[in-house]
């Protein structure tokens, strides 16, 4: 996990990453910004889920979290698209 990021790098954030879509159903990994805040804790960072919806600006997320299926809300700027397939 980055702690932080180099000083060219400090405050910026990739616009690509802050307007990217994704739809229902796509698998995501949670890749936190430090540039930007997230609303939870630490642990979920490198986590993946599933996409469940949109919710205002954020996506609703359903990650397993100790074997249990739990449900974030995320800014896409903390998300990464990843090619995996449904089990």
Request: proline share 6%; glycine share 6%; aromatic share 10%.
């Amino acid at each position: 996990m980055v702690l932080h990021k180099t000083p060219r790098q400090k405050g910026k954030f990739s616009l690509t990453r802050y307007l990217q879509t994704f739809q229902p159903g796509d698998f995501v990994a949670v890749a936190q910004e430090l540039s930007f805040p997230l609303a939870y804790s630490k642990r979920i960072q490198g986590k993946t889920g599933k996409v469940i919806a949109l919710r205002g600006k954020a996506y609703e997320v359903e990650i397993s979290d100790l074997g249990k299926p739990k449900r974030y809300f995320i800014h896409p700027i903390h998300l990464k698209k990843i090619n995996i397939q449904a089990k």
